[in-house]
């Protein structure tokens, strides 16, 4: 079964800092890896997708690296500003019969950038 | 814009009543769709796979007869929380995604149920 976690549970740095969120996952056999930010009490946004054949994705002030064979990705947000403040969700899309579309997330990260 | 719209964006209501949520794909067909649950501060937990013209396929440990799921189309799937209590409220929220492949899943902007 597959497993999710993210580390840090929380982060606080002040206004302009650049920062890293980890995400690790148990089972290598994914379909993809995806980033989404949630602000409280709403849905999920999604960040940046990456394939499982990819290594990298950028959008903007974010960069998101995957390594498939260690299950481990990074999500790096440069220059950071107070509305980054946000829970920053990890998700792996699974393959196979049984996984094929599913998601498993991870706990997420709450994220604040103090001004 | 949104690709994937759920309604009701928040309900509130008395124990004892049955409630249901819309997911609908709005530019794209899914012939699957995913509902998934968030307790508070905790992440989202896969409930069940909604398949179009099909049962839905639960995950261990939730009910069936609870969660009723209706793919009626390939842009609409429902769930139905029967008889709801307090213990159900909860934050729901649907994904499909394109069938096509590598696309990414989007997500709606999910349901706040709230029982009382």
């Known amino acids: 079964k597959q497993e999710v976690t993210q580390i840090p549970a929380a982060l606080s740095v002040p206004e302009g800092e650049n920062l890293v969120l980890n995400c690790s996952f148990t089972d290598s056999a994914i379909y993809n890896l995806q980033w989404f930010r949630q602000d409280p009490g709403k849905g999920l946004t999604s960040l940046l997708l990456i394939q499982s054949s990819q290594r990298e994705q950028t959008s903007g002030r974010l960069n998101a690296s995957l390594d498939k064979s260690s299950g481990r990705s990074t999500l790096y947000i440069a220059a950071s500003q107070p509305g980054d403040s946000a829970t920053y969700l990890c998700?792996?899309?699974?393959?196979?019969?049984?996984?094929?579309?599913?998601?498993?997330f991870g706990d997420g990260t709450t994220l604040t950038v103090k001004p | 814009g949104a690709v994937v719209s759920q309604h009701p964006s928040r309900v509130i209501c008395k124990s004892g009543t049955s409630v249901k949520i819309e997911c609908r794909s709005l530019?794209?067909?899914?012939?699957?769709m995913f509902w998934y649950r968030q307790f508070p501060k905790q992440s989202l937990m896969l409930m069940a796979t909604?398949?179009?013209?099909?049962?839905?396929?639960?995950e261990q440990g939730v009910e069936k007869d609870k969660f009723l799921i209706n793919h009626a189309s390939l842009t609409l799937s429902t769930l139905t929380v029967t008889s709801a209590h307090p213990e159900d409220s909860s934050f729901y929220i649907c994904?499909?995604?394109?069938?096509?492949?590598?696309?990414?899943?989007?997500f709606g902007d999910g349901t706040r149920l709230s029982i009382l």
């Open positions: 994904s499909a995604s394109n069938d096509r492949v590598g696309q990414p899943q989007h």
């Open positions: 909604s398949n179009e013209g099909s049962k839905a396929t639960y």
């Open positions: 530019d794209f067909q899914a012939t699957t």
């Open positions: 998700a792996v899309m699974g393959v196979g019969n049984t996984n094929a579309g599913k998601s498993t």
